[in-house]
């Protein structure tokens, strides 16, 4: 996150750190995720297409850490034992490097009592388009800024205003094509998601509550003025997401 403040995980208790290590790579990649419930005894969460490994992997998604730093957090936890994966089937990026329906679901076998108050809410199809300027939030533990190390790991929030899909486009115009059904682009002056934050959630929060829209999935560089960041819409995935969670948790027939 460039340009936000660090904040009490305790306040988002849905996000989790995604630790993805290859099968025989020495090095991990982090990406962010948040936890949107159980089914068939699997705790289900939702990240970023463009973060899953294209081969064998091993996933920790680990919560309300103040410091991946450290694991001296009393209430820190993970979930290790990721059994399933599904990235969607229409993922693709374009020859322009944009990145469409990118989103993905992991589920794990082991639980945590904390998890049955820690589920997010996500936009259901029926969700508006948030009008330009709108308030919302991202949030993650990725770098401060593009290109730099990322070796703060700090669970920081940036805020930001939703920018219209068409105002998006014309500054991704030549750049990178925007694709309003499926994307939503929010920025802010010298704030923004960066590297490391992909995956987690842009919340926006109405009447009955916070509300995942979206999730970081890219942009040029992070926080550069005129360049926005784009999230993948989730208003138009629940359908995607809710017939997943059945296929795969053996609810559905
Ligand atoms: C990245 O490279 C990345 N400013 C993530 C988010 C954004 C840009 C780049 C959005 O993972």
Redesign the pocket.
């Known amino acids: 996150i460039?340009g936000g403040e660090v904040i009490d995980p305790v306040s988002e208790p849905w996000i989790a750190a995604l630790v993805l290590t290859e099968s025989g790579a020495s090095s991990s990649t982090l990406c962010g995720s948040s936890y949107i419930g159980s089914a068939g005894g699997y705790q289900y969460i939702l990240t970023a297409a463009?973060c899953i490994p294209d081969g064998s992997f091993s996933a920790r998604a680990v919560f309300l850490s103040n410091d991946l730093n450290s694991a001296s957090d009393s209430d820190q936890y993970s979930l290790t034992q990721g059994v399933g994966v599904r990235t969607h089937p229409d993922f693709t990026t374009a020859s322009d490097n944009s990145l469409q329906n990118d989103l993905a679901l992991i589920w794990f076998e082991d639980s945590n009592s904390k998890l049955s108050s820690a589920q997010v809410t996500l936009a259901s199809s029926d969700f508006p388009r948030l009008s330009n300027g709108a308030n919302v939030t991202v949030s993650g533990y990725?770098?401060l800024e593009?290109g730099g190390p990322n070796d703060d790991l700090q669970l920081r929030q940036a805020d930001l205003n939703i920018v219209g899909t068409s105002k998006c486009a014309q500054n991704y115009n030549g750049v990178f094509s925007i694709d309003a059904d499926v994307q939503v682009c929010a920025a802010a002056p010298g704030e923004?998601?960066?590297?490391?934050?992909?995956g987690g959630p842009l919340m926006y929060t109405d009447t009955a509550g916070p509300i995942q829209i979206g999730l970081?999935?890219?942009?040029?560089?992070?926080?550069?003025q005129g360049?926005?960041?784009?999230y993948t819409r989730l208003s138009s995935f629940e359908n995607w997401i809710n017939s997943t969670v059945l296929d795969t948790s053996g609810a559905s027939s």
């Open positions: 460039v463009h990725g770098a593009y923004d998601s960066c590297q490391g934050d992909s970081v999935s890219f942009g040029y560089e992070c926080a550069v360049y926005p960041g784009v």
